[in-house]
């Protein structure tokens, strides 16, 4: 008889909104995360580049069932573009392709960052995450490999200019799902005939997580040193800092049921509803009173809540 492993860490459940440190992949916060929390399961909400910083929210043990959530609400980033130097990855991390003299103008510029307002298609980059046959597009980039990609439906909800000095541009870009701000920044580039990348990145909001709850790496390492120096647990102050898992589905309306419709949910059985919405709407689910949040329902073709994402007890 095969052995069950068992997972090793400490069965935690929440959201922790890191700010992601320059210089370092999504990947590495998440598992440097992961350790300080001593979690048995984490994962991230989609990667920001080794160059980016900002908010990057971590899933810790149940709460990682809404992750997808996050990776489909929009997003906003402040960004520094570079005029007059194109590179392989469109940011200052790539190989320099192309330098011309910048000579642009605000007349130039204005119009050309309008044509990015709005609902519009993006090529991905190849120095992305996507996958094709199972490999992310990066790695056959740096083969020297060129996959054939479809242009996707994106939204550039708002794109402000907050500074045009000589050859660098300041902007602020709140973007929809799957938008790739290195690729605005290269089509604006080319747009402008001179070439751009990007020099700064930073994220500065995911959904409506709020930004003063974003903590840093070395806040959490404090934390822990002074948890250590007044030998107290150092959970009890990490665990403080954990948002709870329903902020990552603010997005969806919420229904109420009572608790022997959540037992019967929870075992994968639809139940019936007040008021049940259209099929395949998604909703919250709490329990009585107290408000208990178990999870994401679905409305399926007979009008009942089926669960789709739930909580285990």
């Known amino acids: 008889m095969a052995r069950q492993r068992v997972k090793k860490g400490r069965l935690i459940s929440g959201i922790l909104v890191i700010d992601k440190p320059p210089g370092m992949s999504s990947n590495r916060v998440l598992q440097k995360v992961k350790h300080l929390y001593g979690a048995a399961k984490a994962g991230h909400t989609g990667a920001l580049d080794p160059l980016a910083t900002g908010m990057l929210p971590i ?75 199972g490999q992310p ?103 403080s800092l954990l948002l709870p898992m329903d902020s990552a589905v603010y997005i969806l309306d919420s229904v109420t049921i009572d608790a022997e419709s959540a037992r019967y949910l929870r075992f994968g059985n639809p139940v019936s509803i007040n008021s049940a919405p259209a099929t395949n709407t998604l909703l919250k689910v709490y329990i009585g009173e107290e408000q208990e949040f178990i999870g994401v329902g679905i409305i399926n073709d007979d009008g009942m809540l089926a669960p789709k994402r739930i909580v285990v007890d």
């Open 59 to 133: 899933c810790f043990g149940e709460g990682t069932k809404f992750s997808q959530f996050l990776l489909d609400i929009d997003k906003t980033y402040i960004v520094t573009a570079k005029l007059g130097i194109r590179t392989t990855t469109s940011d200052a991390d790539g190989e320099i392709v192309a330098e011309k003299p910048v000579n642009i103008t605000d007349a130039e510029l204005l119009p050309a960052l309008d044509s990015f307002r709005g609902d519009t298609k993006q090529v991905p980059s190849m120095y992305s995450a996507l996958k094709h046959k």
């Open 137 to 239: 597009l990066y790695k056959y980039a740096r083969e020297g490999i060129t996959i054939e990609r479809e242009a996707r439906d994106i939204t550039v909800f708002r794109l402000d200019l907050l500074r045009f000095e000589g050859d660098e541009v300041d902007l602020e870009i709140h973007v929809s799902k799957g938008t790739y701000i290195r690729t605005i920044i290269d089509d604006l580039g080319e747009l402008l005939g001179c070439g751009a990348h990007v020099s700064m990145l930073r994220r500065t909001a995911v959904g409506n997580y709020p930004i003063d709850k974003m903590v840093t790496m070395e806040h959490l390492e404090t934390l822990l040193a002074d948890a250590k120096e007044r030998d107290i647990s150092p959970y009890d102050v990490l665990d």
